[in-house]
């Protein structure tokens, strides 16, 4: 087959980075022609669920009344790791603050669902869709950002083009594109993980190739090529590199795989995962406490991953998103409760890093979202437009957010 | 003459003498062409007879098992159905033997507790706030904990996830003294009462060692002669909490399989979801939910809903996971002390006055009555939630129950949903849950939500509004609700037949249940539910799992499920035997003599496990497959072999190779599509 440009860009950006003898000062100029002309990059969407206190993760220090509104639990000046002198991590962020410094991370504040819903499935299912207070929609907003992209830019896609790491594929993925759930690449084998499709696995897919319940048939056959091609790629066999380290912990294991599968050149193109713990009612803690400790987990396990990708996170773009924020006021049982505006990341090679995007709307009272929250400056749909025009070339917006009337004019020039 | 094909006279006798399954897949598919020729149009958009049982069997319990079809035969459906809503008349002696396997959940939560504390106990011990028993089998159980949670603590940060933590093993087996095999005999070779006392008087880090040498025959001879309270505590010496979290998992597949009140299980189940609770929320949890399902769920669960929003909302297990035990009135006589006092220590630490916390208010409205469009506002969640102050716990540590403090009640008459509810204390509380138990939104949840999980993912509304119409007219009574379900048309349509995709949990139960397997270890359950990512008690969210398809069929499902169903069937799971030419699991008088073509076969297995039918292209795969295993293992007599080739051929007795064929008819059967719905 004669390695066309197309194919090259479609597949070769993760094939160029594997090899070491390229300077990766030329892969980088050869992927800046190839984004440039044909978006082919990979999106890593992270779901914060439970709602992270935003407050707390890059926190307005210089704001008076965000040290009276937490007085048990606010992190103290001289203990942020300083952003602008404005806004500063918290410190078990720290292994963020190197990626922020170099440019690749870039923080939207004061963002997040214009919706005031406070349940956390309701306001998961708005954000997820992509439709905040619209509850009829019933596909997510990634799913229609791939049928957009289709729109524009016929490609060869695979079954691995819209994957979930997790047991369910979650609203954010469901839709027209089939997607695909992923728990354990070790395990994702029917009978035996042999070089061959075992017997009975033969007779399961003949089962259900063959079956007249057509949402059997659908799943059967998306699992089947899945796992022929899984099998084929065998990406256990890429272990972390450049001696990334990532956290043992459930989010660790996900990045991790989902840093294997990228590797695998299977053609993941758009990926997701969630990271649970956020919903902080009670003793959420400080510097140090119930909140650091995932805070701990969740950017150890994200820069390992982008350490793991070495050159080929170049071509990749991760955002993390959470339903809602916290009460900028602590509660009676040193927790937050169910707030509004919350702080976005984004990690990406392209990205216009080592800023705080976004107006800040001020914490003192009056300043406050109906007298108790962070207020909300930011349409996270606004940010993610940005990100998947730039990324997957998705032109129709309207498709993506409908409703929302995003324009590329009012984008934050994040990427 | 070829011994594995009877003549076709007698293969057709026995063909006759099958019930002929009654293929779904195809009935449904030719449904529309010939209802317009059934002779009556009415009557074919019904199930009848035995498809009819089947279609209850699916419904109202977690699966056929073999025998259930012909037992409601002869019994009545009608019957069977009212005898499952007042199952207080049911045998369950069978049940009641395999459940005295697990003593633990016969207790109360402090003596739970107290016999195997939670590490939060033992930390108040080392800390001299609780004292460690003085009998010397409980004492050792005490402090083989302390000493593992010594070693955690030496390790630095406890608990952080993400942070590389100690492993105690390691550090164990350092110090452990090494376990000689002549000591191990010695303990082996012990009366079981002596054995538990000898065992205790094994401290840590030796006892852990000592379990980690023994060979996996010798650690099940360890406990195999025990009671099961000897066995609890030879358990609770290498980690007294996971005692009580295994026997709380194991208890609910153990009746979930096991019950013959299966409806009253299935609510069960229904009800925990509905009401659900995440077993780690904190160090008490475990203990506590083994009463939450004993006293508050069971009871009520085909009782009215009242009486069981009622005790939940009493159960410390709630006031926990939704945070109201910590909530406190902003004007109640504690914050105003509080205040008070912390003018009298200025130089106190400061704390911040303790106030409301809405997470119970607000769930107590969208998901477990009214529902989030039942009409309510921020104003009305915190109005619920002051209404609802001073309802906590009495010393959780140590497993106390409910408790009304009044010094945290908010005071001042409160307006939800724009009922006033007047001063009155925990009686604010009691009204708040009358008021919500009995409003018409609350009625079409709670039938939408029964309909979704018995009928279908999307119910005809005609249904779910005359289930809410019964809910009304009887205070909500969820067995008039059941039977306002069961009487109605729509969950008798045909095209509700095998229309609801089984729940991880509900495959796993069913497949056990069908192949009559007799779990001693229900271990291995409770990991292939919670990989199938259902895991018992481990929603964190407080909606609960879905009841809808589109929540578990995926990729990665349909392997396990695959998986999981040919290691069932093949019996790959220590302490989960089935018996494939067992003779209860047999059609009763077909086959008795005659070695079965793999058609017979394959006949045979589908009745026990399918008894609707499988489709023909089930069918046809799983034959298919079966005669290719059959040609591969066994010497066919009619085909002639090069000499050499037969000679090398090991010889395997006709029952294993047949126990094997057996193992994957019938894996393959419940890994197919047809098993996935009920």
Known sequence: MPLTRRFFLHHGALAIAGTAAIPSFLVRSVLAEATAAVPGRRLVVIFQRGAADGLNVVVPYRERNYYAMRPTIAIPQNQVLDLDGFFGLHPALASFKPLYDQGHLAIVHAAGSPSMNRSHFDAQDYMEAGTPDVKSTRDGWLNRALQAQDACCREHHTDFRALALGPEVPLTLTGRIPSIAITNVNSFAVAGRGPTLSPAAQAFETMYAETGDQLLRAAGDETFNAVKMLRNADPAHYQPANGASYPNSEFGNSMRQIAQLLKANLGVEAAFTDVLGWDTHQAQGGVQGQLANRLRDFSESIAAFWRDLGDSAENVILVTLSEFGRTARENGTGGTDHGHANAIFVLGGQVKGGKVYGRWPGLSNDQLNQGRDLALTTDYRQVLAEIVTRTMGARNLDLVFPGAELSPSRFLGLV | ?678
Request: hydrophobic content about 40%; charged content about 20%.
């Open chain 2, 1 to 678: 003459m070829d011994l594995f094909r009877p003549p076709l006279p007698s293969l057709l006798a026995v063909l006759l003498c099958l019930p002929a399954p009654a293929s779904r897949a195809q009935t449904s598919a030719e449904a529309s062409s010939t209802l317009a020729s059934a002779p009556s149009a009415s009557r074919s958009t019904q199930l009848q007879g035995d498809a009819r049982i089947l279609h209850a069997l699916n419904r109202f319990t977690f699966g056929p098992r073999p025998g259930d079809l012909e037992a409601v035969r002869a019994e009545g459906l009608d019957n069977w159905f009212n005898e499952q809503l007042h199952p207080q008349r049911l045998d369950e002696s069978a049940l009641d033997t395999r459940l005295a396997q697990l003593p633990a959940l016969q207790w109360s939560v402090p003596d739970l507790l107290y016999r195997y504390p939670s590490d939060a106990v033992l930390r108040m011990t080392i800390n001299g706030k609780a004292r460690i028993p003085a009998d010397p089998i409980e004492r050792a159980i005490y402090e083989n904990q302390i000493y593992r949670i010594r070693i955690r603590q030496q390790g630095g940060i406890q608990g952080a996830p993400g942070s590389p933590q100690p492993d105690a093993t390691d550090l164990n087996t350092q110090v452990a003294p090494a376990i000689d095999p002549q000591s191990i005999r010695t303990i082996l070779s012990l009366p079981p009462d002596q054995r538990v006392t000898r065992l205790a008087s094994i401290r840590e880090p030796a006892y852990d060692a000592l379990l980690k040498s023994l060979k996996p025959p010798q650690r099940a001879a360890l406990v195999a002669d025990m009671t099961p309270e000897q066995r609890e505590t030879v358990e609770a010496l290498a980690g007294p909490e996971q005692v009580v979290v295994q026997e709380l998992l194991a208890g609910r597949l153990l009746c979930d399989v096991y019950s013959n009140a299966q409806l009253l299980e299935v609510m069960t189940d229904f009800w925990l979801n509905h009401f659900n609770i995440y077993l780690h929320k904190n160090e008490p949890m475990p203990y506590y939910l083994v009463s939450y399902e004993r006293d508050a769920i069971r009871p009520h669960a085909l009782g009215h809903f009242e009486d069981l929003l009622e005790a939940v909302a009493h159960t410390p297990a709630m006031l926990m996971y939704l945070d109201n035990a910590e909530s406190v009135g902003p004007h109640s006589l504690a914050a105003e002390r509080f205040k008070d006092n912390a003018w009298r220590r200025p130089n106190g630490k400061h704390q911040d006055p303790p106030g409301i916390n809405e997470n119970y208010g607000r769930e107590l409205m969208e998901l477990h009555t009214v529902s989030v469009d039942g009409g309510y506002t921020q104003a009305d969640v915190i109005a619920a939630a002051k209404v609802l102050t001073g309802w906590t716990v009495d010393h959780p540590q140590f497993g106390g129950g409910f408790l009304f403090t009044p010094n945290r009640h908010e005071p001042g008459s409160k307006k939800v949903m724009g009922q006033k509810i007047k001063q009155s204390g925990e009686r604010e509380g009691e009204a708040l849950l009358h008021m919500l138990a009995t409003r018409p939104a609350t009625a079409q949840m709670l039938s939408r939500e029964l309909a979704v999980r018995f009928v279908s993912d999307n119910p005809p509304q005609s249904l779910v509004d005359r289930m809410a119409k019964t809910y009304l007219s009887t205070n909500g009574d969820i067995s008039a609700v059941m039977e306002t379900l069961f009487h109605s048309p729509e969950f008798w349509a045909n095209s509700n037949d095998g229309v609801k995709v089984k729940t991880p949990l509900e495959y796993i139960v069913s497949a056990v249940r069908a192949s009559n397997a007799d779990v001693t270890n229900y271990a291995p359950l409770v990991n292939q539910v919670r990989v199938m990512g259902m895991p018992l008690f481990g929603c964190v969210q407080p909606n609960g799992y879905a009841w809808t398809s589109d929540a578990w069929v995926n990729t990665g499902d349909l392997i396990d499920r695959m998986n999981f169903a040919l290691m069932l069937a093949s019996n790959q799971f220590p302490g989960i035997n089935v018996d494939w030419s067992n003779p209860t699991t047999t059609n009763p008088g077909a086959f008795a003599q005659a070695v079965p073509t793999p058609a017979q076969e394959e006949a045979r297995l589908e009745w026990l496990l399918l008894p609707q039918g499988a489709s023909a292209t089930t069918r046809a795969a799983v034959l298919q497959r079966f005669q290719a295993f059959q040609r591969q293992t066994t010497p066919d007599a009619a085909q002639v072999r090069p000499v050499a080739e037969a000679e090398s051929l090991q010889w395997v007795s006709p029952q294993i190779v047949r126990a094997r064929e057996d193992a994957l008819l019938a894996g393959l059967l419940m890994g197919s599509p047809d098993f996935q719905r009920r």
